[in-house]
């Protein structure tokens, strides 16, 4: 079965610090990946998204991320937090076929410290 | 302005009853969604419907019921055999043609 990894359940980082959060997959075909983030009591919103071309995607709020085929990874970063990141953040990897289903990592929780 | 509605934001509900959660939409979107989300454990499918008077099962369906008899609706019933109804639900849509999803702001069931 398809799954989404992301290793780091809980991170704390200090404003102006650089982010940068792993999520990995086992699906070998070709698929869609997506960055979502939730921040405490709102809608679950898209940070950015990757379909196919360059491998750097640049996404709202200064986040990008880096599709990494050979290693099945699609990894988060930003180079300088914001208190207002803190949050919790999805990995979530999509493939045709049934539905375009949305698979989702565990997410991690994001606490940027003042 | 378009969009998904889940009513209500929370809900309670005694242990051994039904409970049915409501998502409208009028996005025009023809697929949507019902995901589960625990802390921990991220999202998971519960069920998905591409079509009216059509859906599947997703990864956890086993306690849970839908129904798509309209494009706008998409009702989740958490029925007593579900083991730990407590969680936020989250509905969603998608244009069959776009791979984007929308979200809407969830619904928290506490069943005591």
């Known amino acids: 079965a398809q799954s989404v990894s992301q290793h780091n359940h809980h991170v704390i980082l200090s404003e102006a610090a650089s982010l940068e959060l792993g999520c990995n997959y086992s699906y070998g075909g070709t698929v869609n990946l997506f960055w979502y983030v939730q921040y405490p009591g709102q809608h679950l919103q898209l940070l950015l998204k990757y379909f196919s071309g360059d491998p750097l995607v640049k996404g709202i709020k200064g986040f990008e991320a880096e599709f990494i085929k050979s290693k099945f990874s699609f990894n988060l970063r930003k180079p300088s937090v914001q208190w207002s990141d803190t949050a919790e953040y999805f990995c979530a990897v999509q493939r045709g076929g049934g539905g375009n289903k949305l698979t989702f990592g565990t997410g991690t929780q994001l606490k940027v410290e003042l | 302005d378009g969009g998904i509605t889940q009513s209500p934001k929370y809900l309670f509900r005694k242990e051994g009853q039904n409970v049915t959660l409501s998502c409208e939409q009028n996005?025009?979107?023809?697929?949507m969604y019902w995901y589960r989300q625990d802390p921990g454990q991220g999202l998971r499918l519960i069920y998905y419907s591409q079509i009216v008077n059509d859906f599947q099962k997703g990864d956890i369906a086993e306690g849970y019921s839908v129904s798509r008899e309209k494009k706008e609706s998409f009702p989740l019933t958490v029925t007593s055999a579900q083991k730990n109804p407590t969680a936020f639900y989250l509905c969603?849509?998608?244009?069959?043609?776009?791979?984007?999803?929308?979200f809407g702001s969830g619904t928290r069931l506490t069943v005591v």
């Open positions: 969603a849509s998608r244009e069959v043609s776009s791979y984007g999803y929308t």
């Open positions: 996005l025009n979107h023809d697929a």
